[in-house]
């Protein structure tokens, strides 16, 4: 049992069910992250966390008592929301009490967590102010010292970085990163951001259309997705998906695909599954990131598998710090990452690196992972 | 003139601007006339109306008509002056205004943020009483008011005008709250504030521009009253419009037109002030309720 449970927890509105028996533990200390699109029912289930929205069936418990039922201000949680949710009306140092005062927390007390928060999150010279007086990072600060003075046994958050603007959103990513190690504390953090996911997160759980389509850490998710989704969904650019034909070659296995002139390409794999070998003579879908599909000299060298080709350069994106080749492989656009000063040029025709330790492959009808 | 078209919308010549301004005189000169008239009128000694020209200036300056208005004057069967009528009004209208404007307020509050079911066909009936004539009621509310004993006081025409009230006010304060942040109540849930907390703590300190709508609506609305004033109060609840009437038609012999012209006054004075005191709020608390993001 975990510090936090959601066990089967669904959510329905009328005879809709907009999130479907959802089942995850969350250790004390854990930052886990729901991520997805819009819709996917992530705010939802925070909410149901929150005690803002009522569990329509199953049980979601904070150190093992039952919170259904329980009003939110008895569930010793802390929210901070999307828009900051700060009281117009009063001053900083009173948004960040207000808690307190309600739980009928003596003044000297209030003061005193007052001054270790503020301290905490240097908005000392802040506190006199409204918040409308404020900036955007500012008013976000507020918003997590009025959730840290509780000292609440869960954290929730929604989407707290959304309002900011891109550089500020990477600062304060950076910091709420850096408060959760000094804390420890146990946060649930709702995003439709897969980067922050990816970044913050001790676990994810990857939701769609209120289902959780994967829980794991950071690199489970990233690197063996558990279906089309996950896979499409985590990382940017996203994962090349390239629809292949599973042969024998030579006592292993091979992907059999052609690249944009129409050669034939085989793509052994090192280590087949004996699921894989199931599949052999059927089209399945190839996935591989961008950054294991580079050019030869900018390969892992710790990689087992290297597959090199050659094939016909479409369109090229320098950005910087890569570039970014795009090819075509069995009829759809890979996206290659490249070292940034590599000379290639549209049109011409380029040799590619391969890395099959990385690559997944995904049954295309169900669109699960093969493993 | 540059400056002052730059923020202008149209831009206009010299001989337009002066014909705007000419025909706005003249419209401002037509609404204040009948005021000017009253107010000229009521400082004159009786002899120089029925003498002569209600235009012309008065040559005696007296306030004789204001004191005998106030004090002195015959009210249907009492020489008392409007003065007790006056405090009628008061007694009826600040716990008229003040009761509409937080049951109002309270629920406005319920139907933005404590939705329930048929809420909004609960407050479609309130909106009734912002569109039925008075004169439908009339004999109904009478017989509630017999009922519940209110008949003829103070508090019964208090009630009635809470309950005519309450659409309107409801109105505003739902419009208005509709734009509050939602984020903010729930926050508040959080840290713990109840119902009532977050009514008083959160949502009334933001709600200063649709208070003063309120209050001048409900505050003009029931003060000029006479329909309500005249069918349920007594002799000794009478409010200053129903006074003001028995004073113009119970003089007997000579009609004292300077004396109805300062009662008259005095009975238009405090909607006058309080729209002059919190005018400037009424524009802004409208748009702010109507202006949606």
């Known amino acids: ?36 699109p819009s819709g996917c029912g992530k705010s939802t289930l925070l909410n149901m966390i929150a005690g803002l929205e009522e569990i329509t069936t199953g049980e979601i418990a904070i150190k093992g008592t039952a919170m259904n039922g329980v009003h939110p201000s008895k569930r010793n949680i802390a929210m901070v929301f999307q828009s900051y949710a700060l009281y117009p009306n009063m001053t900083v140092g009173e948004n960040i009490t207000f808690g307190l005062e309600m739980h009928g927390v003596p003044k000297p007390e209030r003061e005193k967590a007052k001054a270790q928060v503020a301290k905490l999150l240097q908005i000392e010279q802040l506190l006199d102010r409204k918040p ?42 950076t910091e709420i990163k850096k408060l959760h190690q000094e804390l420890g504390t146990t946060i649930v953090y709702v995003t439709h951001d897969q980067i922050e996911a990816l970044t913050l997160s001790t676990r994810i759980a990857v939701m769609n259309g209120g289902y959780v389509q994967q829980l794991g850490t950071p690199k489970e998710i990233y690197d063996t997705p558990a279906n089309l989704f996950v896979a499409t969904f985590m990382g940017s650019p996203s994962m090349n998906l390239v629809p292949v034909r599973i042969v024998e070659q030579g006592g292993g296995l091979a992907a059999e695909t052609f690249n944009a002139a129409g050669e034939t390409v085989y793509l052994p794999f090192s280590a087949p599954s004996a ?79 391969l890395n099959m330790d990385k690559a997944v492959v995904f049954d295309p009808k169900t669109e699960k992972r093969i493993p | 003139m540059s400056v002052a078209s730059s923020d202008t919308a149209v831009r206009t010549g010299r001989i337009t601007r002066t014909f705007l301004y000419l025909v706005l005189l003249l419209f401002a000169l037509f609404y ?38 106030w004090a002195t004057a015959q009210i249907g069967v009492e020489p008392t002056g409007l003065h007790p009528y006056f405090w009628n009004s008061i007694k009826m209208v600040v716990p008229a205004v003040a009761i509409s404007t937080i049951l109002g307020a309270l629920n406005g509050y319920v139907l933005t943020k404590w939705r329930f079911k048929y809420d909004t066909l609960i407050f479609g009936f309130m909106l009734f009483a912002c569109f ?37 006010t409801t109105l505003y304060f739902k419009n208005y709250y509709q734009v509050f942040p939602t984020e903010l109540i729930r926050a508040a849930q959080i840290d713990g504030a109840g119902f009532f907390r977050i009514f008083q703590r959160i949502l009334l300190p933001s709600s200063g521009p649709i208070i003063v709508v309120s209050v001048i609506w409900q505050f003009t609305n029931i003060w000029n009253d006479f329909l309500f004033g005249a069918s349920f109060a007594d002799l000794d609840s009478q409010p200053m419009t129903v006074a003001l ?49």
């Open chain 1, 275 to 353: 699921e894989l070998r199931s599949y052999a003579g059927q089209t399945i879908t190839l996935g591989f990131r961008p950054e294991a599909f580079t050019d030869p000299g900018g390969a892992d060298r710790d990689a087992g598998n290297i597959v090199e080709l050659d094939s016909e350069v479409v369109v090229t994106e320098p950005a910087g710090s890569d570039t970014f080749v795009m090819t075509v492989l069995g009829g759809t656009e890979c996206n290659a990452r490249m070292r940034a000063d590599v000379q290639v040029r549209p049109g011409d025709v380029t040799r590619f690196a």
């Open chain 2, 132 to 168: 039925i004539p008075f004169q439908i009621v009339l004999i109904p509310m009478a017989r509630m008011l017999g009922l519940s004993g209110l008949a003829g006081s103070t508090a019964g025409l208090v009630l009635v005008h809470v309950i005519f009230g309450l659409g309107f």
């Open chain 1, 1 to 36: 049992m975990g510090f936090l449970d959601i066990s089967n927890a669904t959510k329905s509105y009328g005879s809709l069910e907009v999130l479907h028996k959802v089942d995850i533990q969350v250790e004390e200390g854990e930052f886990l992250v729901l991520v997805g």
């Open chain 2, 32 to 69: 204040l006339l009948p005021f000017g008239v009253m107010l000229v009128n009521s400082v004159k000694p009786l002899e120089e109306i029925t003498g002569g020209n209600m235009l012309a200036l008065p040559q005696t300056l007296t306030l004789q008509p204001w004191f005998e208005a």
């Open chain 1, 132 to 173: 409308g007086q404020l900036s955007g990072g500012q008013r976000q600060r507020v918003a997590m010292g009025r959730a840290l003075v509780r000292d609440p046994d869960v954290f929730l958050f929604d989407e707290p970085l959304s309002n900011l603007d891109a550089k500020l959103r990477v600062d304060m990513r």
């Open chain 2, 245 to 293: 009437n028995n004073l113009v038609q119970s003089s007997t012999g000579v009609k004292q037109y300077n004396v109805h012209f300062a009662g008259a006054i005095l009975a238009a004075l405090p909607t006058l002030i309080v729209y002059i005191v919190a005018g400037r709020y009424f524009v802004r608390g409208l748009m702010a309720g109507s202006v949606k993001g």
